[in-house]
Nanobody, 126 residues
Framework: QVRLVESGGGLVQAGGSLRLSCAAS????????MGWFRQAPGKEREFVAV????????LYADSVKGRFTVSRDNKKNTEYLQMNSLKPEDTAVYYC???????????????????WGQGTQVTVSS
């Protein structure tokens, strides 16, 4: 497992932007597929985005496609989630997750990820 620490959450008005970061404590960061998930109060944890080990493949949930962008910097052992045009329904705790996998068949179910961060709160006001 790898230790993950998210940052960058906060309160923003609808239409605004936030950039989340996820710092990984591992020297083998480029062996991991990295994902973003979120969980709103009373709801299941849901998939947001995933990026392959080299950044060559990205997948998004339909609800964020065209508004969110996932990226990574393997030299800095960090994954990012740029969130634009935020909506109140984006309000949730956002988690990054790591999957020790270098393939092309990226996973989007929470149960497939072994390492998780502690989460960062994102609140979008209307």
């Amino acid at each position: 497992q790898v230790r993950l620490v998210e940052s960058g959450g906060g309160l923003v008005q609808a239409g605004g932007s936030l950039r989340l970061s996820c710092a990984a404590s591992t020297v083998t960061f480029d062996f991991y597929t990295m994902g973003w998930f979120r969980q709103a109060p009373g709801k299941e944890r849901e998939f947001v985005a995933v990026i392959s080990w080299n950044g060559g493949i990205t997948l998004y949930a339909d609800s964020v496609k065209g508004r969110f962008t996932v990226s990574r910097d393997n030299k800095k052992n960090t994954e990012y989630l740029q969130m634009n045009s935020l909506k109140p329904e984006d309000t949730a705790v956002y988690y990054c997750a790591a999957d020790y996998y270098r393939g092309t068949r990226l996973k989007w179910l929470p149960r497939d990820y072994k390492s998780w961060g502690q989460g960062t709160q994102v609140t979008v006001s209307s």
